[in-house]
């Protein structure tokens, strides 16, 4: 299972045909651009849905797994998990700049943005830091799942 996570890594990698800003960092998989082409949003949702499988795909197993193999495969699940926020970043510019963004849509990109953090990326880094620790691989696998 290790290797599906890693190849669709690879598979997955694109690159934006603008550059950008304010997500251009090292945890994006597929930098966020700021005023999207077509291309651009097309390469954004076929990113944003392999980092939510890869990520899934973790979830759905990660308590089967070994702690050397749990470790390695958050660290893996990290890396998907740290892109996400950098795709909807694009599709948000996408949607302010075609007037899509309502007020709705405006209060659901915000909610996502505070729940992710803490209940996703803080919750695989604490599996990565300690994966013999079974109750807290429990606890956070679990808070992973309800808020995302």
Same mark, same amino acid.
């Given at each position: 299972?290790?290797?599906?996570i =890693?190849t669709?890594?690879l598979?997955s990698?694109?690159?934006?045909s603008s550059?950008?800003t304010?997500r251009?960092t090292?945890t994006?998989?597929? @930098? *966020?651009?700021t005023?999207?082409?077509?291309s651009?949003?097309q =390469?954004?949702?076929v990113?944003?849905?392999?980092?939510v499988?890869?990520? @899934?795909t973790f979830?759905n197993?990660?308590?089967?797994l070994?702690?050397?193999d749990?470790a390695?495969?958050a660290?893996?699940?990290?890396l #998907?998990?740290?892109?996400?926020?950098?795709?909807? =970043?694009t599709l948000s510019?996408?949607?302010?700049?075609?007037? #899509? =963004? *309502?007020d709705a849509f *405006?209060?659901?990109v915000?909610?996502?943005?505070?729940v992710?953090?803490?209940?996703v990326?803080? $919750?695989l880094n604490?599996?990565?830091q300690?994966?013999?620790? *079974?109750v807290?691989?429990?606890?956070?696998?679990?808070?992973? $799942? #309800? #808020?995302?």
């Amino acid at each position: 299972m290790k290797s599906s996570i =890693a190849t669709l890594g690879l598979a997955s990698t694109a690159t934006a045909s603008s550059l950008l800003t304010p997500r251009q960092t090292l945890t994006c998989i597929l @930098n *966020t651009v700021t005023t999207p082409s077509q291309s651009d949003v097309q =390469a954004s949702i076929v990113q944003w849905n392999a980092d939510v499988f890869a990520v @899934n795909t973790f979830l759905n197993i990660a308590l089967t797994l070994d702690a050397d193999d749990l470790a390695s495969q958050a660290a893996t699940a990290l890396l #998907f998990a740290q892109d996400e926020p950098c795709q909807l =970043a694009t599709l948000s510019n996408d949607a302010n700049i075609d007037g #899509f =963004a *309502t007020d709705a849509f *405006t209060c659901a990109v915000s909610d996502l943005g505070d729940v992710f953090g803490p209940h996703v990326i803080d $919750n695989l880094n604490k599996i990565i830091q300690f994966p013999t620790d *079974t109750v807290g691989a429990h606890a956070a696998v679990d808070d992973i $799942n #309800f #808020f995302r």
